[in-house]
């Protein structure tokens, strides 16, 4: 089991940039593939980011292709994204995921496939 906790959310201007740690207080990430996602009023949750549980695979959403980075330190038991070029309409309130799979290579963009869940930081970006 893994106890998660978001931390680094806050507001920032369009343009600006913000990184998110999602840390485990209990448990070890290394065991765990990781997400992130995302979900704003009124609109259903998204997936934003993962990392394989071994790190060699990252895939990103249509949306942050390019602009956001997922990446992860087994030693610090956290994981991270960056967020550059943020844009309004990434304002969101933020969670990262742990997902247990057999494959140290898969990650998944379902958060119902996802074990463990933080409760979440909220990021605010105005215009």
């Known amino acids: 089991q893994v106890q998660l906790q978001e931390s680094g959310g806050g507001l920032v201007q369009a343009g600006g940039s913000l990184r998110l740690s999602c840390a485990a207080s209990?448990?070890?990430?290394?065991?765990?593939?990781m997400g992130w996602f995302r979900q704003a009023p009124g609109k259903e949750r998204e997936f934003v980011a993962g990392?394989?549980?071994?790190?060699?695979?990252?895939d990103y959403s249509a949306f942050v292709k390019g602009r956001f980075t997922i990446s992860r330190d087994n030693a610090k038991n956290t994981v991270y994204l960056q967020m550059n070029s943020l844009k309004p309409e990434d304002m969101a309130e933020y969670y990262c995921?742990?997902?247990?799979?057999?494959?140290?290579?898969?990650?998944?963009?379902?958060?119902?496939?996802?074990?463990?869940w933080g409760q979440g930081t909220q990021v605010t970006v105005s215009s």
């Open positions: 995921a742990a997902g247990k799979w057999t494959s140290p290579y898969i990650i998944s963009i379902i958060g119902s496939a996802y074990d463990y």
């Open positions: 209990t448990g070890s990430l290394s065991n765990y593939a």
């Open positions: 990392i394989s549980r071994n790190g060699d695979n990252t």
